[in-house]
């Protein structure tokens, strides 16, 4: 029969090992890009109090100008979480985009900030719209709701920011990850 300490650190081992599962399991599905749905958790359409809720209070609040500015639509608000590397975008109260520069943030197919564009390609398809630095992954959205996930290149082919959000004919929200003019 072994003694009580042997008992005992086997016992404590097995914790240990079960929090430490525990803890990577819970990182790794904050650190998640989900395209066309959600990016550290915080999916698309959910009202600011659950941003909050799951990210804590924003570093600053700002009013996007260009954003939500459509026919009787009011500017857009951003949530901006710098020690995230997390903005979202808030039109008519509701996530309407998210978007990181975040090295931790990744696809399940490890695809984030960093990521060479031919890898991005291989994985999700050619690159649509957008131009030579920035794209949209899939099918190009171009109706109310259609769900988009964006990549902004660097000069040198290599994801710099990856949003994902809702399309909306009235808001210009294309400005914001791509910027306009």
Not at 78 to 99: D, G, M, P, T
Not at 105 to 132: D, F, L, N
Not at 144 to 154: A, E, S
Request: glycine share 12%.
């Amino acid at each position: 029969m072994p003694c009580n300490s042997e008992v005992l650190m086997s016992r404590l081992l097995a914790i240990v090992v079960a929090a430490t599962f525990v803890f990577a399991t819970s990182s790794s599905a904050e650190a998640r890009i989900v395209p066309k749905k959600s990016i550290a958790g915080i999916r698309i359409g959910v009202k600011r109090a659950k941003v909050i809720e799951r990210l804590g209070q924003p570093s600053s609040i700002d009013t996007c100008p260009g954003c939500g500015a459509g026919p009787g639509v009011r500017n857009g608000k951003l949530l901006r979480y710098k020690h995230k590397k997390i903005e979202v975008l808030l039109i008519r109260r509701r996530v309407a985009e998210i978007s990181t520069t975040s090295w931790h943030q990744r696809t399940a197919a490890g695809i984030g900030r960093g990521s060479k564009r031919a890898r991005v390609e291989a994985k999700y398809g050619q690159c649509h719209g957008g131009g030579s630095y920035q794209c949209f992954l899939g099918k190009t959205p171009e109706n109310d709701g259609d769900r988009y996930t964006g990549v902004l290149f660097n000069q040198h082919n290599r994801v710099v920011r990856v949003a994902v959000g809702r399309f909306d004919a009235d808001a210009d929200e294309f400005c914001y990850l791509f910027g306009c003019g």
